[in-house]
């Protein structure tokens, strides 16, 4: 369980006395505030503030003195048409704090947004928990043989088990030593800025992430994609969870033409408009190399 | 008066909803909420939202599950800590959200920071208001006679007269034609976008502008100060009004470390330690250019 | 011609004395350097420094010691490759400068992209030129009867002549009255930074502007598409042709995945499939907006 | 040592044929390009690329259309000038491109910079080299007792042996580990993108990395400053003799004015001035916490 009473308790707190306020208020979003969504075996994502709705999209676009439109309808119809034609800055109006418990390899990658505030928790300050990411058996996938950047089978039985065996002890014992490490009793102690190189990658870490919707959106569309890494794909999976629940027009239009949708190539629209007048085209005739040929079926088939 | 009645009812319509949120909040800037606070002559900033408060920035700094320190005047010491050494990221998590009307050669100056996010009223897709900034008289500055980028006395009498005059009468001519040339009766009418660039730098526009604290203190320490042009200043000036009522603490560490402290050069320094020891140091014996010199001696007399 | 004597006589003498180097370089890029291309009337892009070139991308793209791939055939392949995906940072690794002279209203949509350096001419310290945009006859547009944000007809005969003549006489109204206000014989003289805001939108500025290939690419897909202000679409256009001579296999895989290619929707793609299995689909049966539909038919068709 | 000797052929090559440019171009710089400069025990930082000189600063800051100033004096008071007013977009017109390697522990702290260009050496795609950073005996520092995020002394003895036998045989054992993680002689062998995450925060990684001056000297100020941690502080100071060679007289305003010289708070200035007049102020006096009154008293003694 990521959590400790203590903290249960801080966040209780926090839960505890509603306040008046004249701002946009989603109530959606208020009933996720502040707790823990678990993901991973020690990870949660949690909401800590959010600014703006649907609403404040239309506002926005339109720099209007009170609401945006008259109503929801128009919201959706203004929301989808913003989002069809790339206009981006209406949709950076919203903004959202997150607190997210992470693997270090995972924070690696998520850090490489860098349109997002970002305080992490410091292991030059402070002492890591003894908390590290082991996949469950059934995301212990093999190296992909057609795709020098995926995941392919997944590990079976003695080959697994020695994995998890290896991951678990190596864990433990770097753990072990960067204690040995920064504790004195009668020695110095080395600082913890140096001891915490000992520590793997699969060790967590937390942080703030503070980003506004169209950058969360950028992050959601390449992090919830099916190329993404899953132990970071299934964080993205539980932001999505609280975006539907926040600003529900957006993220529809969000599905709709960033998730489901997809990019052709020029060439790609050429074979589209010979194929609907009849035409049969081959990847010899596409004019395409056989790995686009092979994006473009999977799109239209 | 800037507001048209319709406008003024919809800002009433906005503050007349309170609702329940478990977010952090601040009665001193529910109270500023979507009230036009005026500037210039039809200008105006607003607060359309905002996220966090004096506590947030140590929650973040702490990367804490509930609030930052254990009481209000940690919380001060800690900010002051943060903002004497140069820790911005937790000043990044409060996020403030403005509508600002403004003369266009100041919308000029005040795009060119960057790390904000900005909608402004589009001039391809709506008409422009018959609404240009006039100076006051006293604003009606001379070129400065010492500094190329700056004013000095200020314009008396028939001058002053005759500036105003042209100001107003060529800001009349222009939107004249403006709507001349975009209203058809029985004509097709220039095209939005073409017909608004007969208009003059001084005609009002207005824009949603969404930046974090970090920036904003940023922007501030550039815009209030006294080398900033008079009719940005203003707005700078009515922006510190607010942030006073948001984030006591931060505003107050942002006004000891950045608005009323100095940036000191190696010279300088090396020039005080000797006049501290009671050695006489002039510019020849300084190594400070004239103008070093006189800003040096601006700082310490 | 936008350019005077001495203007020419620097820009000869930047040409005049090449250096050796190490650096990547293109020849097809010094060609242009320092080189004014004409734009508009009185505008004009010339490039002042470049940093990379196709090998560039992939040198990053594989952290590599050396260049890229081992061959230029490898090199368009995986620059092909990472533009299909989105991989963006690769493209990062190039940069552009450029100088470009351009109205004021064209410049205030241009710095709305954010992710680039700007240094402008200063119309606080210096006297702006004499020099307006007056549109040619075939680009006075009418306002657009379907679109509100676009163009329709040209404008003919009377009407034509009077906008002209509105556009030609006001500019140099505002013109001989900011001269005089800032000229003094024996007065004062107004203030650069006040006296500047009687001047049109029509009246050219200038500016140093850096960004990356990434960055720019972005730019020119907004910038140089059929849906861009043609005022701002021919500066575009014309920094198009230089990227060709510097990135060729970049440019012709931004081209096709981005320039001629097309983003479907969801429902976009759904249609698709059942068009292609022989099924007549109309805007009725395809859950889309008549809008969308609109859109959708003119990718397919 | 860093570099094998295929790596060293591939630098040669780059090395070996200089080309003709019309750039702006630096001969102290070209003779760094391309060679490795060694920090850490494994690590190095090359330029790989460079835009701009101290002219290019004075350029852009002018808008002028050949060099930026008559003379290179003049050129250097135009750079003091606009380092002391904070005038940073001319700095942003110059840009540097480096490869470095270095511990991933460095790595994290380094990308906390958002204002770059990065692309790293993909853990997901590729294999990483056995190599780790193991500290210099004099490098082994206790922590702080009076700061919780700094050192103290220099571990000795026993202590120090122990903790170097720990971090050399941890190191091994998760590189063997992850080797036989991924191999699979008969096995599937796990993926990378997983199996990586075995590795310590001491291993090395490697990245392009790109960024203009500006934002280059906010990273050394911070990054070679006496409170960065020594490991990332070593690759600030090799940057930074490199940067004394592209633009000398940026860098030099740059040490006088960011590194060596100090910034006041209201409080300090007020001090000060109480002091030089021959007052004779304590902490109890002077309004300041003791935190505050000692960095002060480090400044002016």
Redesign the interface.
Known sequence: MP?SPE?LA??D???A?????????VPGM?AH??KAQPVLDHGFVRV?????DDS?IC???R?????GTKSVQNDE?LI??LM???HS??F??C?I?L?VKL???VA?QW??H??A??????A??SILDREF?I?EPD??????VIN??????T?QGA?AAR?LE??KS??N??YD?YE???LDEG????????A???????IYT???W?V?LHNLFHFLR?RADA?A?YEIRVYADAICEMIKDWVPAAYAAF???R???????????EC??R??KGEKVTQETSGM?K??WR?FMS???
């Open positions: 959590l903290q801080e966040i707190a926090l839960r006395h509603p306040q008046p306020t004249l701002r946009a208020t208020e505030l502040y800590i503030d959010y600014m703006g404040a506002q926005a676009a720099v209007s003195y009170g609401k119809g989808r048409y069809r034609h790339w800055t209406p950076e109006m903004e704090k607190h693997p270090v390899f690696r850090i490489r860098r349109t505030n970002v305080n992490e928790y410091s030059r300050y990411y996949p995301a212990l996938a093999a190296q992909s020098n950047q995926g995941r392919g089978e590990l080959e994995v290896i991951l190596d864990s014992r770097a030593h040995a490490m920064i020695q110095l102690g080395l600082a913890r800025e140096l915490r190189m000992n520590l793997p990658a699969n937390q942080w703030y503070k506004d390449l190329h890494q599905e709709d033409y998730m489901t949708g997809a990019q052709l190539s020029g060439k790609g629209v589209l408009r194929m609907l190399s790995g686009e994006e799109v239209i088939d």
